[in-house]
């Protein structure tokens, strides 16, 4: 009687099959692990593998290529729908919105031992609460004010800042106009206007979308609820403040005609013209490389405003969609 090697089976049909320890030195032969980890790592890919064949038989057909191809466009089918997740989360697009300002602005500006950006990690809550804490007669004595103040402007060999851009919308709520007025103080103090963003209900609008919508602005400023906003407007210490509206296209969208990723055929979900889908960023960093683009070329920060003066934002993304 012949004996059968342990490793393989012979069914009726001739067909050789390996068994699993065969099988596992197989692999180990070809992948080459160098840990038990990562053997095991190897293992269970190929066993996951085998379960998605099993479990997917639509995609296995006679010709090799087109099974393989079918299975790297499923896979590309569920990796396209758990990226578009992620990226389109609220606090991911806001994120990403704060980092490709600052790359706008960073990239768009030359700058040199007269012209530097400083970035500082202030959270619009975390300023709030600072500027609140120190209200009053104590306003000079906030960290905001010895930073910005007394390190730079009120020290002799400090370099004073030019201009504060902050990443903030702010709307005529009362924190608002309260943190408003704050910043208003400083900036005044070390002639440093500060500039962030208009949030659309500053305009009693839920969103830029109806800034083409016919309004009377001015008997909107006039109602009560706009009293504190009047007030601050008014005071001579907001001739230093400015918000810019409203945002700008952060990026275009991910995809085969607008922007290519090379690691999977990647399409961003932003069909149906949801501007909620796109990323914004802050138009404060668009003013923030008008005013750094004029000191580069004439040393004063004058000509910033005006499709002819200096105004004219150049070289953004534009997408265009199906209505």
């Not at 990647?266 to 796109?278: C, I, P, R, S």
Request: glycine share 6%; aromatic share 10%; proline share 5%.
């Amino acid at each position: 009687m012949a004996e059968e090697n342990p490793q393989t089976r012979t069914d009726a049909a001739g067909t050789t099959t390996l068994e699993p320890t065969e099988f596992e030195a197989l692999l180990n032969q070809e992948f080459r692990p160098k840990s038990d980890q990562a053997k095991s790592a190897v293992q269970e890919a190929v066993k996951t593998l085998a379960q998605q064949a099993l479990g997917a038989a639509t995609l296995i057909s006679d010709d090799v290529l087109l099974t393989i191809q079918s299975f790297v466009a499923e896979l590309d089918r569920k990796l396209t729908e758990q990226v578009n997740l992620i990226i389109h989360h609220e606090d991911f697009k806001k994120l990403e919105g704060t980092w490709r300002g600052l790359y706008h602005l960073v990239n768009n500006t030359e700058t040199d031992e007269m012209l530097k950006i400083r970035v500082m990690n202030v959270s619009k809550q975390e300023l709030g609460k600072t500027l609140k804490k120190y209200k009053g007669v104590a306003w000079d004595q906030s960290p905001i004010f010895k930073r910005i103040y007394e390190d730079e402007y009120g020290s002799p060999g400090g370099h004073p800042y030019g201009c504060l851009l902050g990443d903030y919308f702010f709307d005529h709520s009362a924190p608002d106009v309260e943190l408003l007025a704050g910043m208003a103080q400083i900036s005044a103090a070390a002639h440093a206007p500060f500039i962030a963003g208009a949030a659309p209900t500053v305009m009693n609008m839920d969103s830029w979308r109806e800034l083409s919508d016919p309004r009377d602005l001015t008997k909107i400023f006039q109602t009560p609820e706009y009293a504190p906003w009047r007030s601050l407007r008014e005071s001579e210490d907001s001739r230093y403040l400015g918000l810019a509206m409203p945002r700008f296209l952060a990026r275009l969208p991910y995809g085969a005609k607008t922007s290519p990723v090379d690691d999977f055929a990647f399409e961003e979900d932003v069909e149906g013209a949801d501007h909620n889908k796109y990323v914004w960023a802050n138009s404060a960093f668009a003013m923030g490389t008008n005013i750094t683009r004029a000191f580069k070329l004439w040393g004063w920060c004058a000509q910033i405003r005006g499709t002819e003066s200096g105004g004219m934002l150049e070289g953004l993304p534009v997408h265009t969609f199906p209505t």
